[in-house]
């Protein structure tokens, strides 16, 4: 757990409560989040969701691992300890997306079952719902579509400590759900998570 360095800070109650948010937005707020190696398909699914529960009239919003290094994280590189920092902030940032009562889809590698696993800490100790699921996917596939030609730098030694290829990947041991996406098309795996998401109670409010 991350230390408070912050001194002399108070919390300041609001006075709009989260069942008013959900009310107001006919849906509760949850985190579903997406891990899996890179090139298993988690931001094409994680994009092609939000684009489904808006045009279901939803609220939603897709936090995805490269654009998030783009500002908020921009300080960060990929050593265990900065991304299980990178993991740490998008876990609040999250956290507070569905305090909100907005559905937030992360598209993370996420490769640590720790950092995963604080991340659902936060919000189990808020009371809001957090989704993890798994978007599975075999190396050789991912490494066959490398569609950021990530993998051939990492084998070729121009990445060091890359996801799969010389760092570990840490699959979920209790994921809500597992997509396979070497066998399961974008549309059934969205139609997947669909389902989960309504059988949580999610879309109403």
């Known amino acids: ?15 709009v409560t989260r069942q008013e948010r959900q009310e107001n937005l006919t849906q509760q707020g949850a985190t579903i989040w997406l891990t899996g190696l890179s090139g298993s398909g988690k931001s094409t699914i994680a994009v092609a969701l939000e684009q489904v529960l808006l045009k279901q009239g939803k609220h939603a919003y897709v936090l995805d691992g490269d654009n998030v290094r783009h500002g908020l994280n921009k300080n960060l590189g990929f050593s265990a300890e900065d991304r299980a920092e990178n993991i740490r902030r998008i876990g609040e940032v999250s956290k507070l997306f569905a305090d909100a009562g907005l559905i937030s889809v992360t598209s993370f590698i996420s490769p640590y079952r720790a950092d995963r696993d604080l991340v659902r800490a936060l919000h189990d100790e808020a009371n809001l719902p957090f989704l993890e699921v798994y978007v599975e996917t075999p190396l050789d596939v991912a490494e066959q579509r490398d569609p950021k030609g990530l993998y051939k730098k990492a084998r070729a030694g121009e990445i060091k400590g890359f996801t799969g290829i010389d760092d570990p990947y840490e699959e979920p041991l209790n994921a809500e759900l597992v997509l396979h996406t070497a066998d399961q098309s974008v549309e059934e795996s969205v139609g997947a998570l669909l389902e989960l998401i309504e059988d949580r109670g999610l879309l109403s409010s």
């Open 1 to 15: 757990m991350t230390k408070q360095i912050a001194t002399n800070i108070t919390w300041h109650e609001g006075t």
